[in-house]
């Protein structure tokens, strides 16, 4: 194949890389999913990527930044010709509710991200949550909320992805007639508009209280899933994550046509 061909492995580029999937294929090979900083998400073939120490000198670590070098072109499946680690986190690969959350954090990425489409933002958001959990351990967390406290930076990180790609609806007016709610009313939602949807439009399952409407609005909420420990173990608001929870859902459910599994018990 000419892909393996020298002058074509010449033309290669660099990116810094997050890895979202790996499955092995053959003998020693490697398809994997990356996120990257320069091309969005593409998927790759890593040719001897379980054999060579030299060109993939790291493996292909899902929770790590990488500086790869990938064939150029848009092809749908493109040679990973070299990986090396760029940034390494340590703590987030010690730590379970870490790697549950990044596991569904990366999942989101490969649902939602289109192919070929750089998002750079997005990938310093993800370079910036691998940051904030690998400066503490989920078991800083209090205890008798960590389940809820996970809950809420993963909503706050979903709220976020939605939101940089366009998808997390207006929460002030009905998606369907566009009457606007009062700031202290509760909204009810539903995964066929997937955003509010009044009374008069049919109403929804998921009921939206007014605090909770006003929180998730708040532009700091799309920000919320960079609070260092510290910090999110004094949130004020615990009563109203397993609120948050369905809401989120029912957005997620509206973007992908896909259900969304929790990795906490609420
Ligand atoms: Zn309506």
Redesign the pocket.
């Known amino acids: 194949m000419a892909s393996g061909s020298p002058s074509r492995a010449r033309s290669s580029v660099p990116t810094r890389a997050l890895v979202l999937r790996t499955t092995d294929y053959r003998d020693s090979d490697r398809i994997a999913v990356l996120f990257t900083e320069q091309f969005g998400l593409v998927h790759v073939l890593a040719r001897g990527a379980r054999k060579s120490a030299r060109r993939f000198a790291s493996g292909l670590p899902a929770f790590a930044v990488l500086q790869a070098r990938l064939s150029s072109g848009t092809a749908e499946l493109r040679n990973l010709q070299s990986a090396s680690m760029d940034m390494g986190y340590p703590t987030v690969l010690g730590d379970l509710e870490w790697m549950r959350l990044l596991g569904s954090a990366w999942t989101a990425l490969r649902t939602l991200l289109a192919p070929h489409q750089p998002e750079p933002e997005l990938f310093q958001s993800c370079v910036d949550l691998l940051q904030v959990l690998n400066s503490h351990t989920s078991q800083e967390l209090p205890e008798r909320d960590r389940n809820d406290l996970l809950s809420w930076r993963l909503c706050s990180w979903l709220v976020h992805v939605l939101g940089q790609l366009g998808q997390w609806p207006d929460l002030e007016?009905?998606?369907?007639?566009?009457?606007r709610a009062r700031p202290d009313q509760s909204a009810l939602m539903d995964s066929r508009s997937g955003g509010?949807?009044?009374?008069?439009?049919?109403g929804g399952s998921v009921r939206l209280a007014a605090n909770l409407r006003a929180k998730l609005m708040a532009p700091t909420f799309q920000s919320g899933f960079k609070i260092p420990v510290p910090e999110l173990s004094m949130l004020e608001h615990v009563p109203l994550i397993p609120q948050a929870v369905p809401v989120v859902r029912t957005v997620w459910e509206h973007a992908t046509g896909k259900p969304l599994t929790w990795p906490w018990e609420l």
């Open positions: 007016k009905c998606a369907t007639c566009g009457r509010l949807r009044c009374r008069s439009c049919g």
